[in-house]
């Protein structure tokens, strides 16, 4: 039987019909535009749903993952960085849009899913993925299944606030791990150091290329990626560490990063492999339809 999952994306609403096997029957994509606001991101979800269900009649139930999580209070979705999704009824606001029940899933949640069952984490008992991308995320998979907690925020070490005199996050508190490790923190940072814009792919190639502003900037992210996971792994202790989002591809987290990762462990060493996922960046979306069916 054929499931429909939906990522809803800062930047993109990316939706997929997935056969048993991981099999994509029909994708589409269209750009969120969230600026325009709540309504107008509940039309493209409805649009992406409208063009995938053709080709899955048969589902009962849409699958949505984006960031943030429903209050277990009073339903409606909280911690989005699409702030204007906050304290909206989004379930129930895309029940009614699309006509199906919906089950509403964090993304970094979606991903880790994914990752455990059919990625980098196969055969692996407690999986926990990461996302490194414009927000920091997290998911915890033990067994195959997801562990979202009684108040549906297990696995969010982005909002770790690990430095009061840090910068201001967009949850009301300072100096959280996603204030230093997503995309625009490393952008704001070499930003600040060398007085020029980059995005942060090429930071990293300017530190390998020995400019020494951009090596600082690098040296100083991985050193907080250490810190940060090192707390995530002693807390959790999971089998394998999988990463994913746009800044997974920035090698030296396999190499330096792991070494700092090393360095704050409440260990005399560090077992956990830390490995770059194997679904890209459909591993979002896939996992939403893996929650579908
Ligand atoms: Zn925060």
Redesign the pocket.
């Known amino acids: 039987m054929a499931s429909i999952g939906i990522d809803l994306g800062g930047t993109k609403v990316e939706g997929v019909v997935l056969e048993e096997g991981l099999v994509p029957r029909h994708r589409v994509r269209v750009a969120t535009e969230r600026e325009r606001g709540y309504a107008h991101i509940l039309d493209r979800v409805g649009e992406v749903a409208e063009a995938l269900r053709p080709y899955a009649s048969e589902a009962r139930l849409i699958a949505v993952g984006t960031p943030g999580s429903l209050s277990a209070r009073d339903g409606t979705l909280k911690n989005s960085n699409t702030t204007c999704l906050n304290g909206r009824p989004l379930k129930a606001d895309l029940e009614a849009r699309l006509g199906l029940p919906v089950r509403l899933e964090n993304d970094a949640n979606c991903f880790a899913l994914a990752e455990a069952r059919h990625g980098s984490g196969r055969g692996h008992a407690v999986v926990f993925g990461v996302i490194l991308g414009t927000g920091v995320g997290g998911g915890i998979v033990i067994e195959g299944r997801l562990w979202s907690g009684p108040q549906h925020i297990a696995g969010e070490w ?2 770790h ?1 690990v430095d009061p005199g840090g910068p201001a ?5 300072r100096g ?4 230093m490790l997503s995309g625009p923190a490393l952008e704001a940072a070499y930003r600040a150091a060398s007085g020029s814009r980059l995005p942060a792919a090429e930071v990293a190639g300017r530190a390998t290329a020995g400019e020494a502003a951009a090596a600082a900037v690098l040296d100083r992210y991985l050193d907080r990626f250490g810190r940060a996971l090192a707390n995530v792994i002693t807390i959790l202790d999971p089998d394998v560490v999988v990463l994913g989002g746009g800044l997974s591809n920035l090698g030296a987290l396999y190499t330096s990063g792991r070494e700092a990762v090393a360095r704050y462990l409440f260990n005399d060493a560090l077992s956990t492999p830390i490995v770059p996922n194997q679904l890209g960046d459909s591993a979002g979306v896939l996992g939403a339809a893996l929650l579908a069916a």
Not at 169 to 173: A, E, K, M, P, T
Not at 176 to 179: A, L, N, Q, S
């Open positions: 982005g909002h606030a996050c967009y949850c009301g508190q959280c791990v996603e204030t």
